[in-house]
């Protein structure tokens, strides 16, 4: 048995099903790992979502901010796909239904102690162990699945607060926390999170790479995250700095990668979509 972690996704579904075909992987024996990102700018979000629903118990997937945005844009009066966003076939599909409801009950963060590796789309706040990023991340799956969920959806979007402070409350808590798990890229030099940056190198303005951080409360976890297509981090760095950065572009027309957790060993296929990157 194999376990397979894979970076975004993004609606790549033709680069899905090449990768799981360069791993030779086999649902009856091997484990999936995918750090979210499952739908959104790429063509077939649709089929992605549906794939990754029927191999079962084999997958375990986290959200991104992306699976979020398409709970947000079905579920959520007044919000409305973006301009780029391909999420028509999943919103307007006669089982939308089901896989909104799919998404819903997936986590924000998974942790095996035995693998000895903790999976998140983004990242962690330098302030945070693992028993608090799995206590917070638990307050926003339950606020996922609860009946109030969109309440939740619908003050989801913003940038503020900016700095971890445990005595946080209600939904400015809850933003907070998601946007650690699923967008954060840089920290400031007094620990806040800075949600602009995209490049691989900070801009000179005093922003560290959030996995880079001083004293960070998690730096003996190995973590596997997606979300920064421009980091590139070179994969000899990665044991070093514990840190396994996945998503290298498959929807702007880089790769589509894997890792085997139990080795490390690394595959990786050419993607054949090209979405202009912005």
Not at 82 to 89: E, F
Not at 192 to 218: H, Q, V, Y
Request: charged fraction near 25%; include cysteine.
């Amino acid at each position: 048995m194999a376990t397979y972690a894979i970076g975004d996704l993004q609606g790549c579904h033709r680069e899905f099903e090449a990768l799981l075909a360069r791993i030779a992987f086999e649902p009856a024996r091997d484990r999936l790992w995918l750090v979210g990102d499952l739908v959104n700018r790429g063509p077939q979000s649709a089929a992605v979502l549906r794939r990754v629903m029927a191999l079962g118990e084999c997958v375990v997937t986290v959200l991104g901010n992306h699976d979020l945005h398409l709970l947000a844009c079905a579920c959520v009066a007044g919000v409305k796909p973006r301009r780029r966003d391909t999420l028509d076939d999943i919103l307007a599909a006669p089982d939308r239904d089901a896989m909104l409801a799919w998404l819903r009950r997936q986590p924000l963060l998974h942790h095996d102690a035995a693998l000895g590796y903790t999976l998140v789309h983004a990242g962690l706040p330098p302030q945070w162990d693992l028993d608090t990023a799995l206590a917070c991340a638990g307050e926003v799956e339950q606020a996922l699945q609860g009946d109030d969920f969109g309440d939740f959806l619908a003050h989801m979007y913003g940038d503020e607060p900016a700095r971890w402070d445990a005595t946080l409350r209600g939904q400015a808590r809850l933003r907070f926390i998601t946007n650690c798990l699923t967008r954060i890229r840089y920290c400031t030099a007094d620990g806040g999170i800075d949600l602009k940056d995209k490049g691989d190198a900070g801009t000179g303005s005093g922003l560290t790479p959030w996995f880079k951080m001083p004293s960070r409360a998690s730096h003996e976890l190995r973590i596997v995250f997606g979300h920064w297509s421009t980091l590139r981090l070179p994969a000899s760095q990665w044991p070093q700095l514990r840190v396994y950065p996945l998503d290298t572009g498959a929807v702007w027309g880089g790769e589509l990668t894997a890792m085997r957790l139990e080795d490390g060993a690394v595959f990786q296929v050419k993607s054949t979509t090209a979405v202009p990157f912005d």
